[in-house]
């Protein structure tokens, strides 16, 4: 059985630096992902990655930023190591080779992003996560003697032992469909968000919430699950996402009067508020009748404000974008866009050095909850706290691994998996196709758990969502094979994208007042009294179980939130 002192699954961002950071110390290390490494959602960044660089900003501002882009929910001791370690990483990353974009002067050029004081956010053109990634990947290529790499293992269970710690895990090889049981003295989860859990969304289609559905049946709490970011600027024929960037160089939204409504929900900030807010002022234009389009559904966003030689330079994938997918020159017309589901702020309960509630198990980057976010993620943060806390988790979790024995995880779960695996193959087609499940599990959750909520609809979601989980149950694939068989990849991430869901909805319900990305048309006020905390919720025998933990606040008292 392979055997490893860190064993991390997921290679995006997070998970390459996590596994970076730990073969530095010396442990074996493997990373394990179920697609090549440079596929994983990682990839698709744009705009970028925060880091207090200019000599005339500080951390603290990137810091207060973050709190307030919040809505007071995140962490602050989380939030101060993540802004005072970023321009650090930055400079990391420049010198193992990012070519992270410079202006005239030679020095890291920084763009405009939403909720920030100032310029911070370091980029390369609009394809920053590609940029990234690829550097990583080749250092792992550069330590293969240390890391161990299984590309193309998809995780089904995490395994713990008699005391609960988590010793491995169970993967199958989705070349050949073999199933094998990984002993490792530490596991770190990087398996991303749970994005298609909605439709549209921006997400690709492997973001279906593996790893927060794996830690929460094994016990581990979720913490902010009900904060789910709605994207100011998707295309509204498929969710593809226009950057954030757009409007940091200087792009601005219009309604159907041509009005450049920003000026009435955020005067100062305008188009750059953060993004719940003008998610909202859209849907609400929207609403009001004000949108454009055929059936009033969209917003125009405006880049021809922009220099035509700056888009192109710097803005050069939403062009093509823009003009294969909405059939649109950006430079020259604006091009129709509304809010879409885009990122969890929620996910699997950590400390600041990724460790959860479950000895031996960590978790970093979007499938974690440390909580930087809280209410909502400013943009070109996600980037940043997958490295952070990548880093963070990979050192602490070798450190923890120098002083163990290799444990023997049970193999009575490999039997298990294999099994359910077997029988999903072989369903005859009395119920319904998997990908049918999914499409309504993503309307409904977009329909009812948006950017606007409230009881009665959050109800019904509730309602739609377990009766999927009972139809799952007996959901049918077409492909009987082995070799590659991603319909029953599928059928086991349906079953993840349940329970995601179904932790989102409960929270969603719990919480009644409106904070950041949750707006309740029943509770629209934020009611720091009784609910500024965090809501965390675990595998019940009956669902999920609702509990509180505190929010950490250092330096910041809450105060009224205005762009
Ligand atoms: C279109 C788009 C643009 C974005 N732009 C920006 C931006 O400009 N700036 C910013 O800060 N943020 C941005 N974000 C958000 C940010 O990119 C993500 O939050 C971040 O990249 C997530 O990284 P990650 O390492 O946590 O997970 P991912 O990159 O999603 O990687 C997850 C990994 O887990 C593996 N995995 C999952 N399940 C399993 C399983 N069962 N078995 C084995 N392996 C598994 C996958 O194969 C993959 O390797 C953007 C997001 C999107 C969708």
Known sequence: MPAHDVLIIGAGLAGQRAALAAATSGSSVAIMSKVHPVRSHSVAAAGGINAAINVADDWRSHAYDTVKGSDFLGDQDAIEIMCSEAPGEVMHLEHIGVTFHRNEKGELDLRAFGGASMNRTAYVADITGQAILHVLYEQLMKNHERVERYEEWFVTSLLQDDSGRCCGVIARDVRTGRMEVFAAKNVILACGGAGQTYRPTTNALIVTGDGIAQAYRVGAPLMDMEMVQYHPTTLVENGLLITEGARGEGAVLLNSEGERFMEKYAPNKMELASRDVVSRAEQTEILEGRGVGAHGEGIYLDITKVPRKRTLEALREIVNIGKDFAGVDITREPIMIRPGQHYIMGGVKTDVNGATPIEGLYAAGEVACVSVHGGNRLGANSLLDTLIFGRRAGEHAAARSSSMAMPTPPEAQLRDDAAKIDSIIARDRSGRRVSEIKDELGDTMNKYVAVYRDEQGLDKAHEVVRRLKDEAQSAYIDDRGTVFNQDVLGAIELGYMLDCAEAIVVAALERKE???????????????????????????????????SPVTITQWQPEERKY
């Open 514 to 548: 409106s904070r950041g990305a949750q707006f309740r048309t029943d509770y629209p006020e934020r009611n720091d009294d009784e609910w500024l905390k965090h809501i965390d919720i675990t595998v019940g025998t009956d669902g999920p179980q609702v509990s509180y």
